[in-house]
């Protein structure tokens, strides 16, 4: 049976090895040890997916902002990356488990909007809609159907253009 819920410290060596697994690299697993050391990270937000009590999945969710033209305070948001599954666990529902979970718990706990970079066929069964045609950019050169955002509370983006702004561990990846 699959449960989902926060990670704990003692979770981060399973972390590590689902990030690196699902990826077949080390870079994303880096990445999640690098945000954990940023005040982006947000605990409740590190979701694990359970299955017979070994990690087979994770989620992470971090604080971000959105650098508007002239705007001197970004316009906070948060990103999803990463998101992993272990390469067994793949196409049995873990990862849209782990989404919908996460959605949840950032609405829940009061954040109005998310960004991905992900799979366009993937993300938007979730709700999430190409962010340029929302005055949104990315960063780096990214294909406008893979660049996404969801408002997790209706109009948490009206009105707001600018450019996503990643904190520094993001380069690393």
């Known amino acids: 049976m699959l449960g989902i819920r926060a990670e704990t410290a003692a979770d981060f060596p399973a972390v590590r090895e689902v990030n690196r697994l699902a990826f077949g690299r080390d870079a994303e697993a880096g990445l999640v040890d690098a945000l954990r050391a940023t005040d982006g990270y947000i605990p409740e937000l590190s979701r694990v997916a359970v299955v017979d009590g070994r990690i087979v999945g994770h989620i992470l969710f971090t604080r971000i902002g959105i650098v508007t033209a002239g705007?001197?305070?970004?316009?906070?948001?948060?990103?999803?990356?990463?998101?992993?599954?272990?390469?067994?666990?793949?196409?049995?529902?873990?990862?849209?488990?782990?989404?919908?979970?996460?959605?949840?718990?950032?609405?829940?706990?009061?954040?109005?909007?998310?960004?991905?970079?992900?799979?366009?066929?993937?993300?938007?069964?979730f709700g999430f809609v190409p962010a340029r045609p929302r005055g949104i950019a990315a960063p780096f050169p990214a294909p406008d159907?893979?660049?996404?955002?969801?408002?997790?509370?209706?109009?948490?983006?009206?009105?707001?253009?600018?450019?996503?702004?990643?904190?520094?561990?993001?380069?690393?990846?």
């Open 71 to 125: 705007g001197v305070v970004p316009t906070p948001t948060l990103a999803l990356a990463p998101m992993a599954v272990l390469p067994e666990h793949q196409n049995r529902g873990v990862g849209s488990a782990l989404v919908r979970d996460g959605l949840e718990t950032c609405r829940r706990l009061g954040h109005g909007s998310v960004i991905v970079l992900g799979h366009p066929a993937y993300y938007p069964r």
């Open 145 to 173: 159907e893979a660049f996404m955002l969801i408002e997790l509370v209706p109009g948490a983006l009206d009105g707001v253009r600018g450019t996503v702004q990643y904190p520094p561990a993001f380069s690393e990846v």
